[in-house]
């Protein structure tokens, strides 16, 4: 099956510019989660969608960070505007349903570069 | 969700077994332990996972102490490919489960 989709692969912005991630999940996953991977340390989740309505988004930063799964397959993460400590990779991953811990599917993430 | 503490790093020769430790003492009765990895520039991967018998699959063996207080994944002949940072993370399965990831340990697997 085809894996986690994610694009861009790579983005360089300039602090207080904006810009998007988008996402898509294995086909029939259910749950999306974008996760910040910023290096050296493990993947911190940011937001969790059933469906397209959000169960968890406690550690997103909601002044800056917005993200949305419309018909319930992508999704998109934005950030606006950005800061240098939003410099990190961002992650996708979708499992089949909620609860489903070992199923996740992780994509391989954008890598963003604040300047 | 219980914590689990790892090493930092630890290598292991080609072709040799790779255990990797893991301690969980606060792991409640419904929480399953998981192991998933993470290669250079690539997102995590599901190794393997258990409650409280060992487990084994075709990328590992996962060794559950009887007190289920600490674990060990076991590469049982580590390749340069393994080396990667693997993570051991505790979560119950409900509905509102999560990974929550943590430092992880450097696995570096040597010619």
């Known amino acids: 099956e085809a894996g986690v989709a994610q694009s861009p692969r790579y983005k360089i912005i300039e602090k207080r510019q904006s810009v998007a991630f988008w996402c898509n999940p294995i086909?029939?996953?259910?749950?999306l989660y974008w996760y910040q991977q910023i290096l050296g340390q493990g993947p911190k989740l940011l937001i969790q969608?059933?469906?397209?309505?959000?169960?968890?988004d406690s550690q997103l930063p909601k002044d800056r960070f917005s993200a949305e799964r419309l018909k319930g397959v992508d999704s998109t993460l934005k950030i606006q505007p950005a800061k240098l400590e939003d410099s990190a990779v961002y992650l996708c991953?979708?499992?089949?349903?909620?609860?489903?811990?070992?199923?996740?599917?992780f994509g391989s993430g954008t890598r963003l570069t604040v300047v | 969700d219980a914590k689990t503490t790892q090493p930092t790093s630890m290598d292991c020769a080609e072709g040799r077994a790779a255990n990797l430790p893991c301690n969980h003492s606060?792991?409640?009765?419904?929480?399953?332990v998981y192991w998933y990895r993470q290669i250079h520039s690539q997102g995590p991967q599901y190794i393997i996972h258990?409650?409280?018998n060992n487990e084994t699959n075709e990328m590992a063996s996962l060794i559950i102490t009887e007190d289920r207080k600490s674990s060990t994944l076991i590469l049982p002949h580590a390749t340069l490919r393994d080396t990667a940072v693997y993570y051991c993370?505790?979560?119950?399965?409900?509905?509102?489960?999560?990974?929550?990831f943590g430092k992880g340990i450097t696995l570096s697997v040597r010619p």
């Open positions: 086909s029939g996953h259910a749950t």
């Open positions: 258990g409650l409280k």
């Open positions: 993370i505790v979560a119950h399965t409900g509905a509102n489960s999560k990974l929550t």
């Open positions: 991953a979708s499992s089949l349903d909620l609860g489903q811990t070992y199923g996740y599917t």
């Open positions: 606060t792991i409640s009765g419904n929480e399953y």
């Open positions: 969608f059933q469906n397209n309505g959000v169960v968890d």
